[in-house]
């Protein structure tokens, strides 16, 4: 994950059926505008990487655009809308439970891999007539690899 600059992965994606995914944004902190554990503010980098089971995810009423990528469907970027804020209730391996509100991309990375945790990719976000364009750089991407 780390190689391909990605910022999270789920266990979905590399074939392991379990409910947990990692997140790491500790190169971008400034990334996000407040970063809160258990009602209070945090150090985002000491909680990084982020790993977590059975995730619970709400969302605030605002929404973005913002561009993603997926190491699952490397060469394709895209302008998702989502929420810009989230609150994540994140059990531990240990047992524990962290509930985490923030913005920003770990908000976006923590929608995006709980996403993949229910099978959805962001592609499947994309507005109809993306869709459409989408669907001929996956298909050009394709051949490329197969030639
Ligand atoms: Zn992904």
């Known amino acids: 994950m780390v190689e391909a600059h990605g910022v999270g992965l789920a266990a979905p994606q590399v074939g392991v059926d379990l409910r947990l995914a990692v997140i790491d944004i500790s190169h971008d902190p400034e990334s996000v505008s407040y970063f809160k554990v258990n009602g209070e503010d945090a150090d985002l980098v000491a909680c990084m990487p982020l790993v977590f089971i059975n995730p619970e995810i709400e969302f ?3 929404k973005e655009w913002s561009q993603e990528g997926c190491l699952s469907i490397q060469g394709i970027r895209a302008e ?7 609150k994540a209730i994140l059990p531990q391996l240990d047992g524990s439970v962290l509930v985490v ?4 991309l770990l908000s976006r990375a923590l929608q995006h891999e709980i996403d993949h945790l229910n099978g959805v990719l962001f592609t499947d ?3 109809a007539a993306s869709k459409v364009a989408m669907k001929n750089r996956l298909k050009r991407l394709l051949s ?3 030639e």
């Not at 998702?80 to 989230?86: F, S, T, Y």
């Not at 509100?101 to 920003?104: L, R, V």
């Open 80 to 86: 998702i809308r989502r929420p810009a804020e989230v």
């Open 60 to 62: 605030g009423q605002e």
């Open 101 to 104: 509100e923030t913005d920003g």
């Open 125 to 127: 976000r994309l507005p």
């Open 144 to 146: 490329e690899n197969t």
